[in-house]
Protein backbone atom coordinates (compact mmCIF):
# COMPACT_ATOMS: atom_id res chain seq x y z
CA UNK A 1 0.00 0.00 0.00
CA UNK A 2 1.63 3.23 -1.08
CA UNK A 3 2.39 5.88 1.54
CA UNK A 4 -0.29 8.40 0.37
CA UNK A 5 -3.60 6.85 -0.88
CA UNK A 6 -5.06 8.84 -3.05
CA UNK A 7 -8.59 7.90 -5.20
CA UNK A 8 -10.52 9.58 -7.66
CA UNK A 9 -14.35 10.89 -7.77
CA UNK A 10 -17.21 10.56 -8.07
CA UNK A 11 -19.33 8.66 -5.74
CA UNK A 12 -21.95 7.80 -8.13
CA UNK A 13 -24.55 5.07 -6.38
CA UNK A 14 -27.33 5.96 -5.47
CA UNK A 15 -28.65 5.61 -2.57
CA UNK A 16 -31.17 3.84 -1.03
CA UNK A 17 -33.78 5.04 1.82
CA UNK A 18 -33.23 4.42 5.19
CA UNK A 19 -34.05 0.58 5.97
CA UNK A 20 -35.17 -0.38 2.83
CA UNK A 21 -35.39 -4.03 1.60
CA UNK A 22 -32.72 -3.97 -0.84
CA UNK A 23 -34.44 -6.73 -3.05
CA UNK A 24 -36.87 -7.77 -5.88
CA UNK A 25 -40.47 -7.00 -4.81
CA UNK A 26 -40.88 -10.77 -5.18
CA UNK A 27 -38.37 -12.84 -3.40
CA UNK A 28 -37.53 -16.27 -4.40
CA UNK A 29 -38.71 -19.09 -1.78
CA UNK A 30 -35.52 -20.24 -1.77
CA UNK A 31 -33.71 -16.91 -1.27
CA UNK A 32 -32.09 -16.23 2.11
CA UNK A 33 -32.56 -12.93 3.95
CA UNK A 34 -29.77 -11.17 5.95
CA UNK A 35 -30.27 -8.31 8.41
CA UNK A 36 -27.74 -5.68 7.85
CA UNK A 37 -26.64 -2.32 9.14
CA UNK A 38 -24.43 0.48 7.28
CA UNK A 39 -23.63 4.13 7.94
CA UNK A 40 -25.87 6.80 6.01
CA UNK A 41 -25.58 7.96 2.56
CA UNK A 42 -22.72 9.45 1.19
CA UNK A 43 -20.12 7.52 3.35
CA UNK A 44 -18.66 4.64 1.12
CA UNK A 45 -19.45 2.24 4.02
CA UNK A 46 -22.84 3.20 3.09
CA UNK A 47 -22.06 2.34 -0.77
CA UNK A 48 -20.22 -1.07 -0.30
CA UNK A 49 -23.51 -2.25 1.26
CA UNK A 50 -25.78 -0.70 -0.85
CA UNK A 51 -24.15 -2.03 -4.10
CA UNK A 52 -23.32 -5.79 -2.61
CA UNK A 53 -26.70 -6.14 -1.95
CA UNK A 54 -27.59 -5.72 -5.22
CA UNK A 55 -24.89 -7.94 -6.57
CA UNK A 56 -25.62 -10.93 -3.49
CA UNK A 57 -29.40 -10.77 -5.11
CA UNK A 58 -28.78 -10.84 -8.21
CA UNK A 59 -25.90 -13.60 -8.26
CA UNK A 60 -26.54 -15.63 -5.05
CA UNK A 61 -30.08 -15.31 -4.56
CA UNK A 62 -29.17 -13.43 -1.16
CA UNK A 63 -31.47 -10.48 0.12
CA UNK A 64 -30.17 -8.26 2.39
CA UNK A 65 -32.26 -5.74 4.28
CA UNK A 66 -29.75 -2.59 5.06
CA UNK A 67 -30.54 -0.41 8.07
CA UNK A 68 -29.04 2.64 7.34
CA UNK A 69 -27.94 5.66 8.71
CA UNK A 70 -26.74 3.53 11.93
CA UNK A 71 -23.57 4.39 14.27
CA UNK A 72 -21.21 1.24 13.87
CA UNK A 73 -19.88 0.99 17.17
CA UNK A 74 -23.32 0.50 18.75
CA UNK A 75 -24.15 -2.07 15.57
CA UNK A 76 -21.11 -3.72 16.61
CA UNK A 77 -22.66 -4.57 19.61
CA UNK A 78 -26.09 -5.81 17.69
CA UNK A 79 -23.86 -8.01 15.15
CA UNK A 80 -22.26 -9.60 18.34
CA UNK A 81 -25.14 -10.58 19.93
CA UNK A 82 -26.79 -11.99 16.84
CA UNK A 83 -29.49 -9.27 16.48
CA UNK A 84 -27.94 -9.03 13.14
CA UNK A 85 -25.75 -10.96 10.43
CA UNK A 86 -23.19 -8.82 8.38
CA UNK A 87 -22.26 -4.96 8.47
CA UNK A 88 -18.74 -2.64 7.70
CA UNK A 89 -16.84 -2.00 10.92
CA UNK A 90 -13.81 -0.09 11.76
CA UNK A 91 -10.68 -1.64 13.07
CA UNK A 92 -9.73 1.27 15.41
CA UNK A 93 -13.13 0.40 17.51
CA UNK A 94 -12.34 -3.62 17.87
CA UNK A 95 -9.44 -3.01 20.52
CA UNK A 96 -11.86 -0.55 22.08
CA UNK A 97 -14.16 -3.57 22.21
CA UNK A 98 -12.02 -6.02 23.38
CA UNK A 99 -10.85 -3.75 26.69
CA UNK A 100 -14.36 -2.14 27.21
CA UNK A 101 -13.75 1.56 27.12
CA UNK A 102 -14.53 4.26 25.46
CA UNK A 103 -18.18 4.26 24.38
CA UNK A 104 -17.70 0.85 25.67
CA UNK A 105 -16.91 1.78 29.26
CA UNK A 106 -20.23 1.75 30.81
CA UNK A 107 -21.03 -2.27 29.85
CA UNK A 108 -17.63 -3.49 29.43
CA UNK A 109 -18.68 -7.05 29.57
CA UNK A 110 -21.07 -6.72 26.85
CA UNK A 111 -18.68 -5.25 24.82
CA UNK A 112 -16.16 -8.44 25.36
CA UNK A 113 -18.58 -10.62 24.80
CA UNK A 114 -19.72 -9.16 21.58
CA UNK A 115 -16.12 -8.72 20.03
CA UNK A 116 -15.77 -12.78 20.36
CA UNK A 117 -18.81 -13.44 17.88
CA UNK A 118 -17.42 -11.11 14.89
CA UNK A 119 -15.17 -12.83 12.15
CA UNK A 120 -14.23 -10.87 8.95
CA UNK A 121 -14.65 -11.44 5.25
CA UNK A 122 -12.34 -8.54 4.20
CA UNK A 123 -11.07 -5.05 4.31
CA UNK A 124 -11.04 -1.93 2.61
CA UNK A 125 -10.64 1.57 2.25
CA UNK A 126 -13.21 3.21 4.08
CA UNK A 127 -12.92 7.01 3.19
CA UNK A 128 -10.84 10.38 4.20
CA UNK A 129 -11.92 12.84 6.61
CA UNK A 130 -12.66 16.09 5.06
CA UNK A 131 -11.87 19.32 7.53
CA UNK A 132 -14.32 21.68 6.53
CA UNK A 133 -14.34 25.45 6.84
CA UNK A 134 -15.82 28.48 5.02
CA UNK A 135 -13.81 29.94 2.93
CA UNK A 136 -14.50 33.37 4.41
CA UNK A 137 -13.28 32.47 7.69
CA UNK A 138 -10.22 33.19 9.07
CA UNK A 139 -9.38 29.47 9.98
CA UNK A 140 -6.50 28.72 7.87
CA UNK A 141 -5.03 26.14 9.78
CA UNK A 142 -5.83 23.66 12.57
CA UNK A 143 -4.13 25.66 15.28
CA UNK A 144 -6.87 28.34 13.97
CA UNK A 145 -9.49 26.35 15.60
CA UNK A 146 -8.26 27.36 19.28
CA UNK A 147 -11.97 28.93 20.72
CA UNK A 148 -14.09 27.67 17.57
CA UNK A 149 -17.24 25.25 17.37
CA UNK A 150 -15.97 22.18 15.71
CA UNK A 151 -18.53 19.47 15.07
CA UNK A 152 -16.63 15.90 15.10
CA UNK A 153 -19.19 13.43 14.85
CA UNK A 154 -22.04 11.53 16.29
CA UNK A 155 -22.11 11.46 20.38
CA UNK A 156 -21.57 7.49 20.71
CA UNK A 157 -19.01 7.11 17.65
CA UNK A 158 -15.48 6.49 16.80
CA UNK A 159 -15.70 9.19 14.21
CA UNK A 160 -15.42 12.07 16.92
CA UNK A 161 -12.96 10.22 18.79
CA UNK A 162 -10.51 10.29 15.56
CA UNK A 163 -11.40 13.96 14.29
CA UNK A 164 -10.17 15.20 18.12
CA UNK A 165 -7.10 13.02 17.62
CA UNK A 166 -6.41 14.22 14.33
CA UNK A 167 -6.49 17.87 15.75
CA UNK A 168 -4.31 17.72 18.77
CA UNK A 169 -2.02 15.54 16.73
CA UNK A 170 -1.36 18.27 14.17
CA UNK A 171 -2.01 21.48 16.57
CA UNK A 172 -2.04 20.55 19.69
CA UNK A 173 -4.86 21.33 20.55
CA UNK A 174 -6.97 19.49 23.16
CA UNK A 175 -10.99 19.30 22.91
CA UNK A 176 -13.24 21.43 25.20
CA UNK A 177 -10.28 22.57 26.58
CA UNK A 178 -9.29 24.84 23.54
CA UNK A 179 -12.04 24.20 21.43
CA UNK A 180 -15.96 23.94 21.66
CA UNK A 181 -16.83 19.81 20.56
CA UNK A 182 -20.03 19.96 18.99
CA UNK A 183 -21.29 16.34 18.27
CA UNK A 184 -24.61 15.53 17.01
CA UNK A 185 -25.89 12.90 14.50
CA UNK A 186 -24.58 13.31 10.77
CA UNK A 187 -27.98 14.98 9.22
CA UNK A 188 -27.91 17.74 12.08
CA UNK A 189 -24.00 18.09 12.18
CA UNK A 190 -24.78 19.03 8.39
CA UNK A 191 -27.26 20.88 8.76
CA UNK A 192 -26.05 23.02 12.10
CA UNK A 193 -22.95 23.98 9.77
CA UNK A 194 -24.93 24.98 7.05
CA UNK A 195 -27.00 27.47 9.35
CA UNK A 196 -23.71 28.96 10.24
CA UNK A 197 -23.72 27.72 14.06
CA UNK A 198 -20.55 26.16 13.35
CA UNK A 199 -17.11 27.12 12.44
CA UNK A 200 -15.53 24.02 11.46
CA UNK A 201 -17.28 20.35 10.24
CA UNK A 202 -15.33 17.05 9.75
CA UNK A 203 -16.65 14.27 8.22
CA UNK A 204 -15.34 10.77 6.95
CA UNK A 205 -16.17 10.56 3.55
CA UNK A 206 -15.90 8.73 0.41
CA UNK A 207 -14.14 11.16 -2.58
CA UNK A 208 -16.57 13.49 -4.31
CA UNK A 209 -19.11 13.30 -1.46
CA UNK A 210 -22.58 14.50 -1.70
CA UNK A 211 -22.15 15.81 1.65
CA UNK A 212 -19.23 17.96 1.14
CA UNK A 213 -20.63 19.30 -2.22
CA UNK A 214 -23.93 20.21 -0.63
CA UNK A 215 -22.01 22.18 1.78
CA UNK A 216 -20.26 23.84 -0.77
CA UNK A 217 -23.64 24.61 -3.12
CA UNK A 218 -24.78 27.15 0.20
CA UNK A 219 -21.34 28.63 0.21
CA UNK A 220 -17.65 28.10 -1.14
CA UNK A 221 -15.55 26.21 1.77
CA UNK A 222 -12.21 25.26 2.39
CA UNK A 223 -10.46 22.17 3.14
CA UNK A 224 -7.88 21.86 6.26
CA UNK A 225 -4.80 19.57 5.29
CA UNK A 226 -2.00 18.01 7.77
CA UNK A 227 0.65 20.13 5.51
CA UNK A 228 4.06 19.75 6.86
CA UNK A 229 2.83 18.34 10.15
CA UNK A 230 2.72 14.75 7.92
CA UNK A 231 6.31 14.02 8.85
CA UNK A 232 5.96 15.06 12.80
CA UNK A 233 5.44 12.59 15.60
CA UNK A 234 2.92 13.23 16.82
CA UNK A 235 1.12 12.62 13.50
CA UNK A 236 3.57 9.65 13.34
CA UNK A 237 2.00 8.65 16.24
CA UNK A 238 -1.98 9.37 15.23
CA UNK A 239 -1.43 6.51 12.55
CA UNK A 240 -0.66 3.95 15.01
CA UNK A 241 -3.59 3.81 15.99
CA UNK A 242 -4.71 0.35 13.83
CA UNK A 243 -6.51 1.30 10.45
CA UNK A 244 -5.48 4.63 9.95
CA UNK A 245 -3.24 5.93 6.87
CA UNK A 246 -2.21 9.20 5.02
CA UNK A 247 -4.43 9.96 2.29
CA UNK A 248 -4.74 12.52 -0.56
CA UNK A 249 -7.79 14.62 -1.62
CA UNK A 250 -6.38 15.40 -5.31
CA UNK A 251 -6.54 19.02 -6.35
CA UNK A 252 -9.83 20.21 -7.65
CA UNK A 253 -12.20 17.19 -6.20
CA UNK A 254 -14.63 19.79 -5.43
CA UNK A 255 -15.71 22.73 -7.93
CA UNK A 256 -17.14 24.90 -4.74
CA UNK A 257 -13.67 24.40 -2.56
CA UNK A 258 -11.56 27.63 -2.10
CA UNK A 259 -7.55 26.78 -3.53
CA UNK A 260 -8.53 23.83 -4.58
CA UNK A 261 -5.12 23.88 -6.78
CA UNK A 262 -2.87 22.18 -4.46
CA UNK A 263 -4.21 18.07 -2.90
CA UNK A 264 -4.51 18.05 0.51
CA UNK A 265 -3.17 15.82 2.53
CA UNK A 266 -5.74 13.97 5.07
CA UNK A 267 -6.65 10.91 7.46
CA UNK A 268 -7.41 7.68 5.51
CA UNK A 269 -9.11 4.93 7.68
CA UNK A 270 -9.93 1.21 6.56
CA UNK A 271 -12.77 -0.28 7.07
CA UNK A 272 -13.74 -4.11 6.94
CA UNK A 273 -16.65 -6.51 6.34
CA UNK A 274 -17.48 -8.56 9.59
CA UNK A 275 -19.96 -11.12 10.02
CA UNK A 276 -21.35 -13.03 13.11
CA UNK A 277 -19.74 -16.07 13.43
CA UNK A 278 -22.18 -18.34 14.09
CA UNK A 279 -23.00 -17.43 10.03
CA UNK A 280 -23.23 -20.35 7.78
CA UNK A 281 -19.76 -21.45 6.22
CA UNK A 282 -21.39 -22.07 3.11
CA UNK A 283 -23.18 -19.09 3.27
CA UNK A 284 -20.06 -17.13 3.81
CA UNK A 285 -17.73 -18.82 1.65
CA UNK A 286 -20.96 -17.72 -1.04
CA UNK A 287 -21.09 -14.40 -0.20
CA UNK A 288 -17.41 -13.48 -0.38
CA UNK A 289 -17.15 -15.32 -3.87
CA UNK A 290 -19.69 -13.75 -5.45
CA UNK A 291 -18.21 -10.58 -4.30
CA UNK A 292 -14.75 -11.23 -5.78
CA UNK A 293 -16.08 -13.00 -9.12
CA UNK A 294 -18.18 -9.98 -10.12
CA UNK A 295 -15.89 -7.55 -8.65
CA UNK A 296 -16.23 -5.49 -11.98
CA UNK A 297 -19.74 -4.92 -11.40
CA UNK A 298 -18.95 -3.34 -8.34
CA UNK A 299 -16.12 -1.48 -8.97
CA UNK A 300 -18.59 0.42 -12.13
CA UNK A 301 -20.73 0.92 -10.06
CA UNK A 302 -19.00 3.82 -7.76
CA UNK A 303 -15.49 4.88 -8.92
CA UNK A 304 -14.38 4.96 -4.82
CA UNK A 305 -14.97 1.51 -4.44
CA UNK A 306 -12.26 0.90 -7.39
CA UNK A 307 -9.58 -0.48 -4.46
CA UNK A 308 -11.72 -3.34 -3.26
CA UNK A 309 -10.17 -6.34 -4.31
CA UNK A 310 -8.32 -9.29 -4.26
CA UNK A 311 -4.81 -7.75 -4.22
CA UNK A 312 -5.00 -7.12 -0.55
CA UNK A 313 -7.71 -8.11 1.34
CA UNK A 314 -6.40 -7.91 4.51
CA UNK A 315 -4.98 -4.63 5.50
CA UNK A 316 -5.89 -3.66 8.82
CA UNK A 317 -8.17 -6.53 9.19
CA UNK A 318 -8.15 -7.75 13.21
CA UNK A 319 -10.54 -10.07 13.53
CA UNK A 320 -10.13 -13.99 12.79
CA UNK A 321 -11.49 -15.05 8.95
CA UNK A 322 -14.76 -16.28 9.15
CA UNK A 323 -14.40 -20.31 8.07
CA UNK A 324 -16.04 -19.39 4.92
CA UNK A 325 -14.08 -16.21 3.78
CA UNK A 326 -10.62 -18.64 4.69
CA UNK A 327 -12.10 -21.28 2.32
CA UNK A 328 -12.83 -18.67 -0.38
CA UNK A 329 -8.60 -16.95 0.03
CA UNK A 330 -7.24 -20.19 0.11
CA UNK A 331 -9.08 -21.36 -2.75
CA UNK A 332 -8.07 -18.20 -4.49
CA UNK A 333 -4.28 -19.08 -3.16
CA UNK A 334 -3.77 -16.07 -1.13
CA UNK A 335 -1.52 -16.27 1.89
CA UNK A 336 -3.30 -15.57 4.74
CA UNK A 337 -1.99 -13.26 7.47
CA UNK A 338 -1.58 -15.66 10.79
CA UNK A 339 -3.36 -12.81 13.02
CA UNK A 340 -6.32 -13.60 10.47
CA UNK A 341 -6.47 -17.11 12.00
CA UNK A 342 -8.22 -18.71 14.26
CA UNK A 343 -11.47 -18.82 13.87
Avoid: C
Avoid at 78 to 100: C, E, N, S, T, Y
Avoid at 230 to 243: D, E, M, Q, R, Y
Avoid at 285 to 310: Q, R, S, V, W
Amino acid sequence: MSKYIALKPKLTVAILAAGFVVAAAVTPAHSQILKADTTGPGSVNNAVFIVLAKIWKKHAGVTMQVNQGQTLTRSGIKLGQGRIDIMPFPPVAIPWMRKGVRMYKKNPKVAQAAVKNIRLINTFIGGLYHQVVWADSKIKTHADLKGKRVFTGPPAGGAAITAEAMIRSVSGLNPKKDYTVVRLPWGSGLQAMQDGKLDAFFRPAGLGAATIDQLGAKRRFRLLGVGDKVNSPAWKKFLKSIGRVTATIPAGTYKNQASNSADIITNGFMSQIVVRKDLSNDLVYKLTKTMFDNIKELHAAAAILKPIGLDDPFTAGNVPLHPGALRFYREAGKAIPKRLLGG
